[in-house]
Nanobody, 111 residues
Framework: QLQLIESGGGLVQAGGSLRLSCAAS????????VGWYRQAPGKERELVAG???????YYADSVKGRFTISRDNAKNKVPLQMNSLEPEDTAVYYC?????WGQGTQVTVSS
């Protein structure tokens, strides 16, 4: 069974950076598509970035040019580098693979 654990969240000032990580156990990520989602209070969960098994990426318009998703197949992790953070990026961030979700990591951006 696939288990996902997100890490790297925290409190940062606007304009700062954070690097989230999605670590998988129980199965290799090598051949799987991975998505990073976020959910802000009172809002629906949304896809912010995705990466396919062959490395193609997708970004929501709101994060293009600021977030970068990548794969580290050797470590079975999918990092999400977040730069130029804005208060609107405040949310719980989750990674998703197939029908599996992690527990989420809180990102708070202060103005």
């Amino acid at each position: 069974q696939l288990q996902l654990i997100e890490s790297g969240g925290g409190l940062v000032q606007a304009g700062g950076s954070l690097r989230l990580s999605c670590a998988a156990s129980g199965r290799t990520l090598r051949n799987l598509n991975v998505g990073w989602y976020r959910q802000a209070p009172g809002k629906e969960r949304e896809l912010v970035a995705g990466i396919t098994s062959d490395g193609r990426t997708y970004y929501a318009d709101s994060v293009k040019g600021r977030f970068t998703i990548s794969r580290d197949n050797a470590k079975n992790k999918v990092p999400l580098q977040m730069n130029s953070l804005e208060p609107e990026d405040t949310a719980v961030y989750y990674c998703k693979i197939g029908g599996y979700w992690g527990q989420g990591t809180q990102v708070t951006v202060s103005s």
